[in-house]
């Protein structure tokens, strides 16, 4: 991988835990060294390193870890304490001239990137969490896929962390931590849910805890051993202030075998733990958890478990205004009828208008010419436009689905429809559905031949 785009594109996605191991490593750590700094198995420490080289596309081999070593001396040389400057090759193909502090964004945007938009549900969230000195708050943050959420979770770790002074723990059910069939399997779910949370408060604990194996009973509920564990080894233990935050909630929706025994432990601590404080300290934490639309109603459940918990937070696409304030972090002024340009082509996906702003602003192409390429299967899109398709033609049911969308036409599908929701090919599920953009609209309506479809 000597693709400068594509390197910031897959170091941005790595979850917060990898990262961790990452910088660690590029330090010159050993992997028991990286265990015992992280208080995790050496196995997991070499299954981490093994996840970011493939996420890297590096080939298996013996100098694996060296070439991983040389792919960030070469993009990320600040990362490698000591690394002598990359010289660049002497042959005459075209470098990227990228400024070091404006890179094209997809997934999580950066906690220290310039090109992060503050919206109301920002101010929302600090405004729930100032009230949590005596009464622990449990804010769910709703939106759809590419909207920004997990950016702005890492925003609200590191407010807490600095301005409010709280622990904060921060699991992502979407991150390695969790093994895929851990989904549709409750107890095996809610063991490595219990490990990630100890983990992500392990640097706040006075003492190890006791080993989790040994406490984990196989004849007691999975919920009771996760909760008993977490009060009596880790909340009890940690006396100030905490939050957890929960990312990823959408790995579990669908799961009926995990879907609602896990959201509904959940409700039971803000239920019974973080609202039952009485005269006494606070022992659980805040929670802070972020998912997209619940299509609860189309798994034989009549209402969300979280209905009516907590306060509920909603992130929304950006506007117009937001367009032009995002332009002017990439030093270029938009006027308004540009920005309604961009927006009626691209939504408000925030990943799709930072490529296209980033694109403007390296003077790679006007505002005219990159609406007139948009659906190119070569052109600026041509990321978003393959990921989405590749997508597409391995699950029948999805296009299928997409077609009838596509043409104005209902689909019965609500598994199908939620899917192609959480892809940003769709939005409005369950009750007004249409293609989320003019861009994939155009693309793939021309793609499938549905131009002259009657």
Known sequence: MDDKWRFNNTFEQLTHRRREVLKLFLAGKTDTEIALQLFMAETTVRKHIQNICEAFDLEEGRDRR?????LFAKYKPELIPDAPPYTPPTHDEPQDEIDPKITPLT??????????????????????LKTASHHPVFIRLRGARGCGKSSLLVRLQHWLETEQKQVVGFVDLGGVNFEPEAFTNLNKLLYQFTYAVTQSFSSAMPNHPPN???NWQEDVAAASNCTDYLENYIFTKIKQPKTLIIDGIDKILGRKETQTPFLNLLR????????????GKIVWPNLTIADSTEPYAHYEIQDSPLQNVGNQVELQEFNTEDILELAKCYGIELNFDDSNSLKQLLGGNPALLNHAIYQLSQNSINLTRLIDRATEVDGTFAYFLQKNLKQLQVHDNLINCFKQILQGNKCGDEFAKYQLELAGLIRGYPFNVQVSCELYQKFFKAYLGLDNAQ
């Open 212 to 214: 989790l194996q040994r």
């Open 107 to 128: 997934g999580v945007v950066p906690r220290n990137s310039p090109l992060y938009i503050q919206r109301e549900a920002d101010r929302k969230c600090q405004e729930i």
């Open 66 to 70: 060296e070439h991983l070593k040389a």
């Open 268 to 279: 039971s601590w803000y239920e019974r733990k973080m609202k039952d404080v009485g005269q």
